[in-house]
């Protein structure tokens, strides 16, 4: 048996080890603003339940590891003292992981993940509107776990309001676990799906990505695609070149006819094929060549 002494491990080494043992993690989608008001929106897996008299939510956003600088959302949390926690479904984790690219301050997430906020009743954040359940809080404590880079910080979350999707509820009026269909993370790319089990969702880039804001109107509202489709869309670092998806036409004589035919649909289908074999390139190189549809 392996065994580690963690004060003999670096932070980041160590952090793999606790990830990948303790999970499956419920994942907050927390939403915060700052002393402007411009809207910020982050996922965190330190989260979980802790009381219901009162309702208690706690999520810990740590302190970076590479540079020891702490995240938005706990700056928003302590000066305004608000923040709304939207739970997430598995057919919004591909743009709940987008929202976890680290944007400058200022840069609206919801944008950048393809969201869409709603005002919340109570609190000035905004709500995920895609987000099966929705949790109004105030901030009663912030406890910060150290000072160096790893460190959490709790966030003590008293429940205001909370808002549920009528569609996840059964005959009964509880929730359906199936129909809520939550996902969690564990360690890795790895996420775990409540009704069907392991999957794997590439972390967003280092650099970062274009958003799904940047994606064109006519894929945007197109039926063909879902939430994580466009979350992989807008998790590249810059759109394929004219000459590129010119090569790529040419060279891909089952595209060139795709593309030749005079059916939108069929264009649209060969781009989500691409996708959901994670080929995002070649589904940016199909949709930038029909374009001007």
Known sequence: ???????????????????????????????TVDKNGVPNLSPFSFFNLFSSNPPILIFSPSRRVRDNTVKHTLLNAELNREVVINV???GMVEQTSLSSTEYAAGVNEFDKAGFTMIPSDIVAPFRVKEAPVQFECRVNDIIALGTEGGAGNL??????????????????????????????????????????GLFEVEKPLTTLGVGVDA???????????????????????????????????????????VLSADDQDKKLLKAKEYLDNNRVSDAWKVLLANKGF
Request: net charge negative; hydrophobic share 35%.
């Open 1 to 31: 048996m392996l065994t580690i002494d963690p004060k003999e491990l670096t932070t980041q080494k160590l952090h793999g080890y606790l990830q990948s043992s303790v999970g499956p993690r419920p994942i907050a989608l927390a939403s």
């Open 88 to 90: 997430v479904s598995y």
């Open 155 to 196: 966030i003590l979350c008293e429940v205001l309001k909370m808002h549920i999707d009528e569609s996840i509820l059964d005959e009964h009026g509880a929730i359906d676990q199936h129909k809520i269909d939550l996902v969690s993370r564990l360690g890795g790319n790895w996420y775990s799906r409540s009704s069907q």
């Open 215 to 257: 994606i064109p109107a006519f894929v945007k509202s197109s039926a063909v695609f879902d939430g994580n489709d466009l979350g992989k869309l807008g998790n590249v670092e810059t759109l394929p070149t004219e000459e590129e998806v010119s090569i790529f036409v040419k060279e891909s004589f089952e595209v060139k006819g």
